[in-house]
């Protein structure tokens, strides 16, 4: 999922006895078609963040009204990283070494506020989203990726097309029942494309409860903030 349509794909994957089968693939994809895919959907993966993190909402709230109570080192970074990464980014980094994008300080806040309204025409639809993966469960391609032994870094932009193709034969390679169809091509020439199919695979393996859930201890965070389903298991064990 992106801000704009331009870079948002929808992958479907339809799945049988020992078979996933790419149904639909849609590059250039709007709201509506959108909103349409995930309630169309037993399990659906979105590649966006479903909120921001609840300090740096009360920070921004309390310096709205005035009235923000700044510790002595304001340029901390442990102060700062509180209200950049949410609870999930901190439990991905830790169980993968990845860094998720921050949703307050990256440019990805733009994609979320998109999937903000996403959610919210969901919930117009009687499809309420609970945030820590019920319905809809928010995904990371590389951290997928990274646990499934595949390449999860390189793999984008027009410069690194060779890299995707790669990446392709090789997921093919580990998961020779998926069949990409038609849309292969697609996978190929489009990190976009590619991301989708991995979303959709990802959201597989949340169906399954084959994800790390949240702990008890993060599921109150991970209500507001979202939660990042993050596969256990090995690509071929979604078959």
């Given at each position: 999922m992106a801000a704009e349509p331009a870079k948002t794909a929808v992958a479907t994957i339809m799945?049988?006895?020992?078979?996933?089968?790419?149904?639909r693939l849609a590059l250039g994809v709007e709201d509506g078609a959108l909103v349409s895919a995930v309630v169309g959907a037993d399990k659906a993966g979105i590649d966006c963040p479903?909120?921001?993190?609840?300090?740096?909402?009360?920070?921004?709230?309390?310096?709205?009204?005035?009235?923000?109570?700044?510790?002595e080192d304001v340029a901390g970074r442990a102060w700062r990283?509180?209200?950049?990464?949410?609870?999930?980014?901190?439990?991905v980094h830790d169980a993968t070494g990845l860094n998720?994008?921050?949703?307050?300080?990256?440019?990805?806040?733009?994609t979320a506020m998109?999937?903000?309204?996403?959610?919210?025409?969901?919930?117009?639809?009687?499809?309420?989203?609970d945030r820590c993966g019920d319905g809809?469960?928010?995904?990371?391609?590389?951290?997928?990726?990274?646990?499934?032994?595949?390449?999860?870094?390189r793999y984008k932009g027009r410069e690194n097309l060779a890299v995707l193709c790669q990446l392709v034969d090789q997921m093919l390679e580990a998961a020779p029942w998926l069949d990409l169809r038609a849309y292969e091509r697609d996978c190929r020439a489009s990190d976009d494309?590619?991301?989708a199919v991995v979303a959709a695979l990802t959201a597989r393996a949340a169906a399954l409860d084959l994800v790390a859930p949240p702990s008890s201890a993060q599921r109150e965070a991970a209500r507001t903030e979202g939660w990042i389903a993050v596969?256990?298991?090995k690509l071929t064990e979604l078959r």
């Amino acid at each position: 999922m992106a801000a704009e349509p331009a870079k948002t794909a929808v992958a479907t994957i339809m799945w049988s006895t020992g078979r996933a089968t790419v149904e639909r693939l849609a590059l250039g994809v709007e709201d509506g078609a959108l909103v349409s895919a995930v309630v169309g959907a037993d399990k659906a993966g979105i590649d966006c963040p479903l909120g921001w993190p609840n300090a740096f909402v009360d920070f921004v709230t309390a310096h709205h009204t005035g009235h923000v109570v700044a510790p002595e080192d304001v340029a901390g970074r442990a102060w700062r990283r509180r209200l950049a990464w949410r609870v999930t980014d901190e439990a991905v980094h830790d169980a993968t070494g990845l860094n998720p994008l921050s949703v307050s300080a990256d440019r990805i806040g733009h994609t979320a506020m998109r999937g903000a309204a996403i959610l919210a025409r969901l919930d117009g639809l009687g499809r309420a989203v609970d945030r820590c993966g019920d319905g809809v469960v928010e995904v990371y391609p590389a951290a997928s990726l990274r646990h499934w032994d595949l390449p999860y870094k390189r793999y984008k932009g027009r410069e690194n097309l060779a890299v995707l193709c790669q990446l392709v034969d090789q997921m093919l390679e580990a998961a020779p029942w998926l069949d990409l169809r038609a849309y292969e091509r697609d996978c190929r020439a489009s990190d976009d494309a590619f991301d989708a199919v991995v979303a959709a695979l990802t959201a597989r393996a949340a169906a399954l409860d084959l994800v790390a859930p949240p702990s008890s201890a993060q599921r109150e965070a991970a209500r507001t903030e979202g939660w990042i389903a993050v596969p256990t298991v090995k690509l071929t064990e979604l078959r």
